[in-house]
């Protein structure tokens, strides 16, 4: 019976095996926002810790563009054939269309045919979201080859007049490769919502329950509408739920994560969250300085630029708070050393 229990093969994770992430060229910085609204770029900087953002400009470029090639790189560095992967997830609240899908738009712009793609709208707990059911199926032994895309056009729905919003959001897009691993992946996931919290953080028109009119359009309710007081104290509630029950889940002490990874709304808000949980700074990502919060993109973006810091058994925590209310974390350890894929 022992001799059994010791070969028992250990079950089969999904594992994050490359990233790869893609920011539009044209800089945004709190100098510039400080000449289109009444903000400064010491308030910027105080407040959100932000001091630039990306915004994808060009006519007719939608998430899509951003999304395809964060994809196409991460292809590239992986030594992926587009016709090796077998589903394609996009978590975004920015879509292209409100049909068809982006992920669909996404597979077809990297010459990916032929399988399953569909969208993940959980705001900017999108990602955390749609890794948490990319993780099903390479569980459930359904795929080997998972694509999974976090983008965000965030300035094709901030008015550019509302300094409490425009000041925070970028646009940006970021993928993973998730394939499975006996090693190392995902360990624990738990995702949450609480639907009451719209009033908080939403976009008014432009759904079936208020269709764009020129009323709509001249009273600026297609893009975001946010109390930003109230969301910051669920957002901090939310994100030390997520990370308190999985860290107590899991047995793990605050030495035990290498990494925190939140997702990048405001410095404070990471700030609070991982002195709560007693993480120190030294050991929690950031990268809102540079990119702002582009909502389902800050958690792959920072992932891709802090790869090469990163070691195989690295035990990462991922959290995200976003609109819905929508909120959740991820336990993984990472699966490979540095900027190499395996
Ligand atoms: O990612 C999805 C989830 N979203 C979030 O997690 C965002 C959470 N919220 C936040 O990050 C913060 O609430 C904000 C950055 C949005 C705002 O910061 P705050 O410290 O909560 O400011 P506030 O909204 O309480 O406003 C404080 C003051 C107000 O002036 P009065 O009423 O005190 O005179 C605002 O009008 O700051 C004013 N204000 C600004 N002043 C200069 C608001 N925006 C600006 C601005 N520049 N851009």
């Known amino acids: ?32 926002l400080a000449r289109m609204v009444d903000t400064s770029d010491q308030w910027i900087t105080e407040r959100t810790g932000i001091k630039e953002r990306r915004i994808l400009k060009g006519e007719g470029l939608g998430t899509s563009h951003m999304g395809a090639e964060a994809v196409r790189g991460l292809l590239k560095k992986t030594g992926t054939a587009p016709e090796d992967v077998e589903l394609l997830i996009c978590a975004t609240t920015t879509p292209d269309f409100v049909h068809p899908a982006t992920a669909n738009l996404i597979c077809d712009m990297v010459g990916i045919h032929g399988i399953g793609s569909f969208d993940v709208q959980a ?33 094709a729905i901030v008015d550019f007049t509302d300094r409490a919003t425009c000041v925070i959001f970028g646009d940006g897009a970021g993928a993973v490769l998730v394939e499975p691993s006996r090693k190392f992946g995902i360990i624990d996931t738990m995702i949450r919502s609480d639907g009451s919290g719209m009033r908080y953080l939403h976009q008014p028109a432009g759904g079936s329950r208020m269709p764009p009119t020129a009323e709509t359009v001249a009273k600026r309710m297609h893009s975001v509408h946010q109390e930003g007081a109230s969301v910051y104290k669920f957002a901090v509630a939310g994100m030390t739920e997520v990370v308190s029950g999985l860290m107590k889940r899991n047995h793990l002490k605050n030495d035990d994560v290498d990494w925190f990874v939140p997702h990048q709304a405001n410095k404070r808000i990471i700030e609070t969250t991982a002195d709560r949980m007693d993480i120190p700074m030294q050991r929690v990502m950031m990268t809102i300085q540079k990119f702002g919060n582009t909502t389902a993109a800050t958690i792959p973006l920072s992932l891709w630029d802090y790869e090469s810091k990163l070691k195989a058994g690295n035990r990462l925590l991922l959290a995200a708070f976003g609109g819905g209310f929508t909120w959740g974390g991820i336990y993984l350890t990472w699966a490979y050393d540095g900027s190499h894929r395996r």
């Open 1 to 32: 019976m022992a001799k059994k229990a010791k070969q028992r093969k250990s079950p089969v994770h999904a594992a994050i095996t490359g990233v790869h992430g893609y920011l539009p060229p044209d800089v945004l910085t709190n100098a510039d």
């Open 123 to 155: 705001a900017c707990s999108g990602f955390v979201y749609a890794l948490t059911v990319a993780a099903q199926f390479i569980r459930a032994g359904a795929y080997r080859k998972i694509v999974v895309v976090g983008a965000d056009k965030m300035s």
